[in-house]
């Protein structure tokens, strides 16, 4: 096995899959689970990544076992030999999976004591330190802050204090010796500039060329830009004739201005720097007085640990319980600088170890065209810098296994790329227009009438503002669900936002914690008595009978809280979201669609003008990525005085419009099965994306018969479904069967979370989210109050009905995750459930199987 590897993997190209085949062939070589690190940027992917290792543990088929073969080196036949040795080790044992932020917490409680921390320490979402700060600010040093504030009002010192508190230890020791500056040299050469125009110049130079009163009137004109003549190298003024010694003295000029420009910088550094260490001080005698951190301090101080030459990273690896063999890194294109210096000690020391302990490696995959989060710190140059520093091996992946022919080339085209599809087929449409929301009518109209349905359509767009005029223009104009990222949030569902209300109201009884409670339930506040929030949470639902699918989710994301004031503090900056069952077109940014992908995808440009502020701060990287080698005040035409400036100015201009790139190809890489783009006829975000129109839109799989509904989810709890005596005739006759069905009925019940976490050893999630997503589906084509998991006693037999939808025709659906050769006793079933029915509420119900393996509806 190649030991220091990176896999270039660019969108739909099997990233996760190939990412999971690399940590199992670890396990094949022997390694230990929790001697292998894998660190992700999410919880989401780092719970993706031990599912999917538990999953392809249960089902070790060949094509699979033959990769890991190919990646260990070593034969099938052997490797045959230790798939159950490394089932065994691998459910037996602690698994090393972790996001970077968990990693720097681990490293910070084991070493909180060198840092002068309590191991104890809570963390918060932001540790907002600004206003302390003000506080301890002296009646003078405040009005000095205000001062120096009022001055580069376009700076937001508040977010600038804490960038540079992330950015420290990428900084070197600066040292802001305000230089001499005598502002009379400036005028004493333009001065001389003006005399020669005057004596040689045309009448209308010489009225136009004066000696003005101050600086700024010599650098820039009335317009606020710098004048023409002073941007080039050269003397040059139509009607005055240059001469060596003009030019001479046009070269001072320019230089003295730079000067000058140089001494404003320095001074703003020095005060900047000044008042920063005072923010740093009181930020970090904040957090060890009070032991509360953000993933930001944790991060500084475990930093400072690792870096602290009295601390040797064996003696850091010992306290960590741990030898870590092996590191694999997810997304590596997005890792920040500061995230990396976590990292970069221990892969230093399994490099250094080469030749002498050749079982340990270094893996990282990524992709640099989809590197969009500058603006949070990320850094694509780090991907090349640790590729050349450890001599990494490479390989890429380039079939494109989301995103059908059509898409593919399309984008191939737009990008310079030779990605291959999988499948063929698809459709492209990309289109200009000035008004936006306009076109965007029009295609949705034009996805409906080729039958595709709501759930089914996704549009991306710039911005949050981006999203909130789309949501309102689509209801507005169509009456259409929308889901948004907000609108799916738990904590946002009517009922789990009640509970939390009157979970709050147990704490602090006001009279709005009360009215929240009481508006959405209808039912009375009562006090409970006080315990672990999930406990309390079972008891409300269960006591006001208010259980539906948030509450549920609400109740799982409980259990992670110690008790009822840590989960009142916590629960606001959950981000567990709700699954898009609602039947609505989903709405989000392209930030928020990246690692996610969309049957029919609508893309959308900036909505109105693009506000784009030049920053007041810019840094010059180093060639690594990671370290910093100067600060420059972007002093508005700088660039035509100062060539190192302009080169900073230049590299940061690219960086950004490289980045505007990036999410161009994110955005356009989420379509399976139709990529529609609207963009503005000059656009410079989609400046590389050519007006098409390639293949044909293809359906959903499942039409409505019936004319939809939109209704909301009301579910009441029973318990678990119990079998019934009528299943004896057909009875599923392995685990992955019966497994399937109880993921089913668990996924629609309470979650397909839950389903996955539960049943991923015997099921794999892809197929449980795929059962749900067709009896969403179906679920969705038909009117009236539907009814789920609803238990009744007839003729002393028990029975369950999964879905039922009482309307002018009332609908018994039943669900199964397989279709038997035999169906006689499903169909007995539910016949069992219409007599039942029938003489229960003296009306009769259609009976339907639902086989989602077939996507078939049957009635009975």
Same mark, same amino acid.
């Given at each position: ?86 089932? /065994? ?131 820039? /004109? ?639």
């Amino acid at each position: 096995m190649k030991r220091f590897f990176a896999l270039l993997a660019s969108a739909g190209t099997g990233k996760t899959y190939s990412l999971t085949l690399h940590y199992l062939a670890k396990l094949f070589e022997r390694s230990d689970p929790y001697d292998i690190l894998a660190i992700t940027f999410t919880n989401k992917a780092a719970n993706e990544m031990r599912e999917r290792a538990g999953e392809f543990l249960q089902n070790m088929d060949e094509e699979k076992l033959l990769a890991i073969s190919q990646i260990c080196e070593t034969p099938l036949d052997e490797l045959r030999k230790r798939v159950q040795e490394v089932k /065994n080790k691998f459910y037996a044992s602690a698994l090393n999976i972790r996001t970077i932020d968990s990693f720097a917490q681990i490293i910070l409680r084991k070493f909180a004591s060198y840092a002068g921390l309590a191991s104890d320490f809570t963390i918060k979402e932001k540790n907002e330190i600004f206003d302390r700060f003000l506080e301890e600010l002296s009646a003078r040093e405040f009005e000095e802050f205000a001062r120096f504030a009022k001055e580069f009002e376009r700076v937001d010192l508040h977010e600038l204090f804490a960038f540079l508190y992330e950015k420290e230890k990428e900084l070197p020791a600066f040292s802001f010796d305000v230089p001499d500056f005598d502002e009379s040299a400036v005028f004493a050469v333009y001065k001389k500039i003006v005399d020669h125009v005057q004596n040689h110049g045309s009448d209308a130079k010489k009225k136009s060329f004066t000696v003005p009163e101050s600086i700024k009137e010599i650098i820039y /004109n009335k317009s606020g830009s710098i004048p023409k003549w002073l941007q080039g190298d050269e003397f040059k003024i139509a009607g005055v004739k240059n001469c060596e010694t003009l030019q001479r003295e046009f070269e001072e000029l320019k230089e003295a201005i730079k000067d000058y420009m140089l001494w404003r910088e320095a001074k703003f550094l020095e005060r900047l720097f000044a008042f920063y260490r005072r923010y740093q001080k009181t930020r970090k005698e904040h957090v060890r007085n009070n032991a509360e951190l953000d993933f930001t301090d944790i991060k500084y101080f475990a930093n400072e640990i690792l870096y602290d030459s009295q601390i040797h990273s064996e003696f850091v690896q010992f306290r960590l319980d741990a030898r870590i063999l092996h590191i694999l890194f997810d997304e590596f294109q997005d890792t920040s600088a500061q995230d990396w210096m976590l990292f970069e000690p221990f892969v230093d020391e399994i490099y250094s170890g080469q030749g002498q302990r050749d079982e340990r490696g270094f893996f990282l995959v990524g992709d640099k065209k989809q590197a969009i989060y500058g603006f949070r710190g990320g850094n694509e140059r780090l991907f090349d810098y640790v590729i050349q520093k450890y001599q990494m091996h490479t390989a890429e992946l380039t079939i494109n296994y989301r995103s059908k022919s059509n898409i593919v080339d399309y984008v191939n085209q737009s990008f310079g790329l030779q990605q291959k599809a999988n499948e063929s087929g698809g459709y492209v449409d990309v289109s200009e227009s000035e008004e936006l929301l306009e076109a965007l009518g029009q295609k949705l109209e034009l996805l409906w009438q080729n039958g595709v349905v709501d759930e089914d359509i996704a549009i991306l767009v710039p911005t949050n503002d981006d999203v909130l005029k789309v949501s309102e223009f689509i209801k507005e104009h169509y009456d259409k669900n929308v889901v948004t990222s907000s609108s799916k949030l738990v904590i946002h569902q009517p009922l789990a936002k009640a509970i939390i209300s009157l979970l709050r109201y147990q704490l602090d009884p006001q009279d709005l914690y009360k009215f929240e409670f009481e508006a959405v339930t209808h039912k009375k506040i009562q006090n409970f008595k006080l315990g672990k929030p999930h406990i309390m949470i079972r008891e409300i639902a269960d006591h006001y009978g208010i259980w539906d699918r948030s509450v549920k989710m609400l109740l799982q994301e409980a259990i992670n809280f110690k008790d009822i004031y840590d989960f009142l503090e916590g629960i606001e900056e959950s981000s567990m979201q709700m699954q898009n069952s609602g039947g609505g077109i989903e709405v989000l940014t392209i930030h928020k669609s990246k690692g996610l992908s969309f049957a029919h995808t609508i893309v959308l440009d900036k909505i109105g003008s693009e506000r784009n502020y030049p920053p007041k701060i810019i840094f010059d990287l180093a060639d690594d990525g990671i370290r910093i080698n100067g600060i420059y005040l972007n002093i508005k035409g700088r660039e035509y005085f100062d060539a190192n400036f302009a080169r900073v100015q230049s590299g940061y201009d690219a960086q950004k419009d490289n980045e505007l790139r990036n999410v161009a190809y994110v955005a356009l890489t989420r379509a399976k099965e139709s990529l529609i783009l609207i963009k503005k006829p000059k656009s410079k975000r989609f400046a590389m994306a050519s007006c098409a129109q390639i293949g044909a839109i293809a359906p959903s799989k499942i039409n409505a018969k019936e004319e939809k509904e939109k209704f909301v989810y009301s579910h009441t709890y029973y318990g678990a479904q119990k079998i019934i005596e009528e299943m004896e005739e057909y009875k599923a006759n392995d685990y992955e069967a019966i497994y399937k069905g109880k993921a089913l009925h668990e996924a629609m019940e309470v979650g397909v979370g839950y389903a996955k976490r539960r049943y991923s050893f015997f099921v794999k999630p892809q197929a449980i989210e795929e059962m749900v997503e067709v009896a969403r589906k179906i679920e969705s084509c038909f009117k009236g109050k539907k009814y789920r998991e609803i238990p009744f006693v007839y003729n002393e037999k028990l029975g369950i009905i999964d879905l039922l939808i009482e309307a002018k025709q009332s609908l018994i659906i039943d669900y199964k995750s397989a279709k038997p050769h035999d169906e006689s006793a499903y169909i007995k079933q539910v016949l069992f459930y219409k007599e039942a029915y029938r003489k229960l509420r003296d009306k009769d119900a259609k009976g339907y199987l639902l086989y989602t393996d077939k996507e078939e509806l049957k009635e009975v």
